[in-house]
């Protein structure tokens, strides 16, 4: 530790915190605001875009379901879905509040930085190599997390849900903040879920995990990842289910390879 922290009193450490958390919250704020200039160009390019049957993962699904003998082409001309708002101001709160849950998203990396500049001066070189680790793998899985919820699960999801009826005299008819909560809810989980590897690493650094468990229970996670993607992505096509499964198991091996196997002593 620098002499200069072991000299601050705890009053200038609050009023440093004090300047993060501003600097924090102005970097979130202005970013906020651009995007609430914007909104409505986003949600019909990007928030909306899975709606409309030629979004990129059903054209995906199309043209490798086409390929491949027996298998009823993926069709991407009778999907679209039509949103609905019943409460008078649901428009407008949904519009203020995506764009603070997107600024918060956008901006992480600058404010897991921010955070950095304040935490950094009391660790030990080593630690700090360390931290610097766990937020460059933190930012970039959870970017990777949120693509994909983005790109495969949300769409895949929305396509089953919109089409699904208990009996054809119910019409379905989503409204908004049901499309919107599914959405920011996905997107978070999966953003969550791809902290896995991280998760795995640092327990493995502090000597809770090894790789001899990942091999033991391998079996068990399989079949726990085989439930929670039948629970993100409800549906009865094979070729869906398995494009939701692969990169959850995926993330599962690759923690496995994070973490030191079992020393020979521990034998």
Known sequence: MSDQLQEMSFWDHLDALRGVLVRMAVVVVVIAIALFALM??????????????DFVLYRLFSRITSLIPGVEAFS???????????????QFFIHMSTSF????VISFPVL?????TFVSPALYPK?????????????????????????????????????????AMVPN??????????????????GLIFELPLLSWMLGNIGVLHREFFARYRRHAAVVLLILAAFITPTGDPFTFTIVFLPIYILYEISALLVSPVKAEEQ
């Open 40 to 53: 409505p160009r986003i949600f019909d390019g990007i928030i909306l875009a899975p709606c409309h049957g």
């Open 76 to 90: 991407t001309t009778d999907f679209h879905v039509n949103l609905i708002n019943i409460q008078l101001a649901s």
């Open 101 to 104: 849950y997107l600024a918060l």
């Open 112 to 116: 897991m930085y921010l955070l950095w």
């Open 127 to 167: 630690e700090k190599h360390g931290v610097k680790t766990a937020f460059l793998m933190g930012n970039i899985m959870f970017f990777l997390g949120v693509a994909v919820g983005y790109f495969v699960v949300f769409p895949v999801t929305l396509r089953f849900l919109a089409d699904y009826h208990v009996s």
């Open 173 to 190: 008819q989503i409204s908004l903040d049901s499309y919107m909560d599914t959405f920011m809810m996905l997107l978070f989980v999966m």
